[in-house]
T-cell receptor
Framework: ETGVTQSPTHLIKTRGQQVTLRCSSQ?????VSWYQQALGQGPQFIFQ???????GRGNFPPRFSGLQFPNYSSELNVNALELDDSALYLC????????????FGEGSRLTVL | DQQVKQNSPSLSVQEGRISILNCDYT??????FLWYKKYPAEGPTFLIS?????DKNEDGRFTVFLNKSAKHLSLHIVPSQPGDSAVYFC?????????????FGTGTRLQVTL
C-alpha cells in the first residue's frame, strides 16, 4: 500500500508567478484535500475534492484552484503568487467516510521571493 | 480568529512520566476532535480521535479527554517515550458535509528527555 506522495518537495518562485503542486493519493482513497501551513502555524484547510469536483473550500481566494483526476491524484494551482503564499503545502487523502482521519504527504515547501 | 488554541508552544517531560497536552476551542459546532503528531520533514500522522458524544477515548499509551462544557480537550501520554518527541496538533471538525475540513491549532512541541 503506497502512501501519499507530493512533488516537488521544495521550490522557489517570484511574486506574480504561477505554481502547480502535485499529489498522488493513497490507494483506495477517493477524497483529497489541501492544506497550507505557514511558519509557526497549524495547517489551514484550502479545499477538498471528491469525485473530481471541489466540494468544500476554506477561506482562500479564487487564485487557489485545484484538480482531481480519475486516478485520484490531484493538483493545487496558485496564480499571481504573493509573498504571503510562502508556506508548506500539504496534501491529504482519505475516504469520504473517514471522519477527519487524513493521511498526509510530506508536503511541498514553497518560497515566494 | 483562532477557533482551536494550543496555548503551550512547547513541553518537556522526562521519559516514563506522563505528558499532558492541552487544547481549547471556541466553536460550539465542532463535534469531532483529533490529535495529529508531526515529525520534522514528515506530514502529520493521525494519532487518536474522540466524538463529542464521549468524554474519553483510549488507545494504548494515548488517552484523549473531552470536556464539552469547558470546550477543552487534552491528550495524555503514559508513559512518555523518547520517540514521542514531536509536534502535536489538536484538530476539530464540524458536521458540514466536508469530511476532511479540519481546523488545527498551532501545535505543541513535546520533548521527552532521558
Amino acid at each position: 500500500e503506497t502512501g501519499v506522495t507530493q512533488s516537488p518537495t521544495h521550490l522557489i518562485k517570484t511574486r506574480g508567478q504561477q505554481v502547480t503542486l502535485r499529489c498522488s493519493s493513497q490507494s483506495g482513497h477517493n477524497t483529497v484535500s489541501w492544506y497550507q501551513q505557514a511558519l509557526g502555524q497549524g495547517p489551514q484547510f484550502i479545499f477538498q475534492y471528491y469525485r473530481e469536483e471541489e466540494n468544500g473550500r476554506g477561506n482562500f481566494p479564487p487564485r487557489f484552484s485545484g484538480l482531481q483526476f480519475p486516478n485520484y491524484s490531484s493538483e493545487l494551482n496558485v496564480n499571481a503568487l504573493e509573498l504571503d503564499d510562502s508556506a508548506l503545502y500539504l496534501c491529504a487523502s482519505s475516504s469520504i467516510t473517514s471522519a477527519g482521519e487524513l493521511f498526509f504527504g510530506e508536503g511541498s515547501r514553497l518560497t515566494v521571493l | 480568529d483562532q477557533q482551536v488554541k494550543q496555548n503551550s508552544p512547547s513541553l518537556s517531560v522526562q521519559e516514563g512520566r506522563i505528558s499532558i497536552l492541552n487544547c481549547d476551542y471556541t466553536n460550539s459546532m465542532f463535534d469531532y476532535f483529533l490529535w495529529y503528531k508531526k515529525y520534522p520533514a514528515e506530514g502529520p500522522t493521525f494519532l487518536i480521535s474522540i466524538s463529542s458524544i464521549k468524554d474519553k477515548n483510549e488507545d494504548g499509551r494515548f488517552t484523549v479527554f473531552l470536556n464539552k462544557s469547558a470546550k477543552h480537550l487534552s491528550l495524555h501520554i503514559v508513559p512518555s517515550q523518547p520517540g514521542d518527541s514531536a509536534v502535536y496538533f489538536c484538530a476539530a471538525s464540524a458536521d458540514t458535509g466536508t469530511a476532511s475540513k479540519l481546523t488545527f491549532g498551532t501545535g505543541t512541541r513535546l520533548q521527552v528527555t532521558l
